[in-house]
């Protein structure tokens, strides 16, 4: 990495992720160590996205670092006209790396060209959102016990869903059979049909919530009312793709439901109960991921790590 | 080719001749190679009967040599174009324009979320496709192609 920032997924090469979700590991067995002591991360959210930025702060406590920050456009800087320019170049004075969330697509390799801090990118627009991705990836690693050869079913918004598509570039590398289950108006774009045809990755698609019992991953995402200008097609779309604790019954033992949350109608709560519900513990694993990136790209090494 | 010859006898003594531009993107031209900005003489012709294109344009600037990367710029515009490197009245060398891999502050980004355009900020661009013409924006990574393709004002 020319770079220590962390923008887009296609930044890291196997072996980054590799090392991520290795630390990943040793920060789930050991959450509090206190190794970023003296260090100041900023959070500047130009949007609101108070998971995301829970988790990150949750990440940096937890490794007994100190958080500055900002949410919000409205109530900072920016919405009396300053540069991006401006306000990265001043907060990069005041930390050890700066965490943004901005509505601009490409505004987070921006920032990383002008900072004198690493930037970690949570989320730049419908573009990219790296950190989401790597949890993701554990959360696989860690129910499947391995990366390799898994059926990985991805249902709801496959068009616009930049999650989706992001896990489906990185999950590329380690040889998977997807299936796609959408409405034909959300369907995954061509582009990345031709990308796995061409590295020869197997995919099928389906108009109909079928064939789960084939799945070792089944990737939960929400459908948004705004994709489709008619609101009754809507309302009909968004009963055909709720998973029911009872769809469950034939599926894989090993099978695990994920989804990015929030949710809102597509996972019925009758499904939490379910062992093969993993979305809450996905969303612990974002913080155990994000103290493994932060340590990471600062170059500290976690206090159990022997290597 | 009597016309040719004349303008030939225009001529510069030292410089650079763009010869083959289709007419129609002379001022184009004229932006991405910042040619408002010399100092020394330019001549310009336009809307002249050519065999090949139907009505060309030329431009001959006076003891300048471009850099092939910035000549290559125009290769977004028009690949027809052809450069004279003129050397005491002679044409020393001919190269045609090549696309580049890569290009800095020329287009616009099709995009309207993309930060370069709310930023005061130069656009970086990959040419992802030579063939028809596909610049893929290094930041926001969607593709502007041909037909979108705006060029900036310098
Ligand atoms: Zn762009």
């Given at each position: 990495?020319?770079?220590?920032?962390?923008?887009?997924?296609?930044?890291?090469?196997?072996?980054?992720?590799?090392?991520?979700?290795?630390?990943?590991?040793?920060?789930?067995?050991?959450?509090?160590?206190?190794?970023l002591?003296?260090?100041?991360?900023?959070?500047?959210?130009?949007?609101?996205?108070?998971?995301?930025?829970?988790?990150?702060?949750?990440?940096?406590?937890k490794?007994?670092?100190?958080?500055?920050?900002?949410?919000d456009?409205?109530?900072?800087s920016?919405s009396?006209g300053?540069?991006?320019?401006?306000?990265?170049?001043?907060?990069?004075?005041?930390?050890d790396?700066?965490?943004?969330?901005?509505?601009?697509?490409?505004?987070?390799?921006?920032?990383?060209?002008?900072?004198?801090?690493?930037?970690?990118?949570a989320g730049?627009?419908?573009?990219?959102?790296?950190t989401?991705?790597l949890?993701?990836?554990?959360?696989?690693?860690?129910t499947?016990?391995?990366?390799q050869?898994?059926?990985?079913?991805?249902?709801?918004?496959?068009?616009?869903?930049?999650?989706?598509?992001?896990?489906?570039?990185?999950?590329?590398?380690?040889?998977?059979?997807?299936?796609?289950?959408?409405?034909?108006?959300?369907?995954?774009?061509?582009?990345y049909?031709?990308?796995?045809?061409?590295?020869?990755?197997?995919?099928?698609?389906?108009?109909?919530?079928?064939?789960?019992?084939?799945?070792?991953i089944?990737?939960?995402?929400?459908?948004?009312?705004?994709?489709?200008?008619?609101?009754?097609?809507?309302?009909?779309?968004?009963?055909?793709y709720?998973?029911?604790?009872?769809?469950?019954?034939?599926?894989?033992?090993?099978?695990?439901?994920?989804?990015?949350l929030?949710?809102?109608?597509?996972?019925?709560?009758?499904?939490d109960?379910?062992?093969?519900?993993?979305?809450?513990?996905?969303?612990?694993?974002?913080?155990?991921?994000?103290?493994a990136?932060?340590?990471?790209?600062?170059?500290?090494?976690?206090?159990?790590?022997?290597? | 080719?009597?016309?040719?010859?004349?303008?030939?006898?225009?001529?510069?003594?030292?410089?650079?001749?763009?010869?083959h531009?289709?007419?129609?993107?002379?001022?184009?031209?004229?932006?991405?190679?910042?040619?408002?900005?010399?100092?020394t003489?330019?001549t310009?012709?336009?809307?002249?009967?050519?065999?090949?294109?139907?009505?060309?344009?030329?431009?001959?600037?006076s003891?300048?040599?471009?850099?092939?990367?910035?000549?290559?710029k125009?290769?977004l515009?028009?690949?027809?174009?052809?450069?004279?490197?003129?050397?005491?009245?002679?044409?020393?060398?001919?190269?045609?324009?090549?696309?580049?891999?890569?290009v800095?502050?020329?287009?616009?980004?099709?995009?309207?979320?993309?930060?370069?355009?709310?930023?005061?900020?130069?656009?970086?661009?990959?040419?992802?496709?030579?063939?028809d013409?596909?610049?893929?924006?290094?930041?926001?990574?969607?593709?502007?192609?041909k037909?979108?393709i705006?060029?900036?004002?310098n």
């Amino acid at each position: 990495m020319k770079n220590r920032s962390l923008v887009s997924i296609n930044d890291y090469s196997t072996d980054n992720i590799s090392e991520i979700l290795r630390r990943t590991e040793l920060f789930e067995k050991k959450p509090v160590q206190k190794i970023l002591d003296g260090k100041v991360v900023a959070t500047l959210f130009f949007e609101p996205s108070t998971r995301t930025r829970l988790s990150f702060e949750s990440a940096v406590n937890k490794l007994g670092g100190k958080v500055i920050g900002f949410t919000d456009s409205s109530s900072s800087s920016v919405s009396k006209g300053e540069s991006l320019k401006d306000t990265i170049k001043t907060v990069a004075n005041y930390c050890d790396l700066i965490v943004m969330r901005h509505p601009l697509e490409g505004s987070a390799k921006y920032a990383s060209e002008l900072s004198k801090v690493p930037i970690i990118n949570a989320g730049d627009g419908a573009n990219q959102h790296p950190t989401q991705t790597l949890l993701d990836m554990y959360s696989i690693i860690k129910t499947q016990g391995t990366l390799q050869n898994l059926n990985i079913f991805l249902v709801g918004d496959l068009k616009y869903g930049r999650t989706v598509h992001s896990l489906l570039m990185a999950m590329s590398r380690y040889n998977p059979v997807f299936n796609f289950i959408s409405h034909e108006k959300l369907r995954i774009p061509d582009e990345y049909k031709m990308y796995l045809n061409n590295i020869g990755i197997k995919y099928y698609e389906h108009s109909e919530f079928e064939k789960i019992q084939y799945a070792d991953i089944l990737y939960m995402t929400r459908v948004q009312k705004e994709r489709f200008s008619d609101p009754m097609e809507y309302e009909k779309t968004k009963d055909t793709y709720i998973l029911k604790n009872d769809m469950l019954n034939d599926t894989k033992d090993n099978l695990r439901i994920l989804h990015p949350l929030p949710r809102v109608t597509e996972v019925d709560n009758d499904v939490d109960e379910n062992r093969k519900a993993y979305y809450f513990d996905q969303a612990l694993n974002g913080v155990f991921t994000r103290q493994a990136i932060i340590s990471s790209i600062l170059d500290i090494k976690p206090e159990n790590d022997t290597n | 080719m009597p016309k040719e010859k004349k303008l030939m006898v225009n001529a510069i003594k030292d410089g650079t001749v763009i010869d083959h531009i289709p007419a129609k993107h002379l001022f184009k031209v004229i932006s991405i190679l910042g040619l408002d900005k010399i100092k020394t003489t330019i001549t310009f012709g336009t809307n002249l009967e050519s065999d090949k294109l139907g009505k060309k344009a030329i431009i001959k600037i006076s003891e300048v040599f471009f850099e092939d990367q910035d000549i290559n710029k125009i290769a977004l515009i028009t690949q027809e174009a052809q450069l004279n490197i003129i050397k005491n009245y002679e044409v020393v060398e001919k190269k045609p324009v090549r696309i580049p891999d890569f290009v800095v502050g020329i287009a616009k980004c099709v995009n309207p979320k993309c930060i370069t355009n709310n930023e005061n900020m130069l656009t970086r661009f990959t040419i992802v496709d030579k063939k028809d013409i596909a610049l893929k924006c290094e930041y926001c990574e969607k593709i502007t192609d041909k037909e979108h393709i705006k060029i900036l004002k310098n």
